[in-house]
């Protein structure tokens, strides 16, 4: 299971099924080699989480107001 290793203030967890359908397809999936983590980027979000084995995706969530503003917008859209 995840944990990313930026400067973050928490984490944010959604499903992956609550992903509208057609963003979840062209979402881009790669393996991290050292930890083995399914890394997951979505179209226009800011930021790359990872994909746990429950199906929830892990997001950092960072303490520049900037970056969380951006992933809030992209969240609520």
């Not at 800011?46 to 303490?63: A, C, K, T, V, Y």
Request: include cysteine; proline fraction near 5%.
């Amino acid at each position: 299971m995840g944990r990313t290793s930026y400067a973050v203030s928490a984490y944010l967890y959604f499903d992956l099924k609550d992903v509208l359908e057609p963003v979840a397809k062209m979402a881009a999936r790669r393996n991290e080699v050292l930890t083995g983590n399914c890394l997951i980027a979505f179209p226009g979000c800011p930021l790359e989480g990872i994909e746990l084995d429950d199906g929830q995706i892990e997001l950092p969530f960072h303490r520049g107001d900037e970056i969380r503003t951006v992933l809030i917008d992209w969240l609520m859209y």
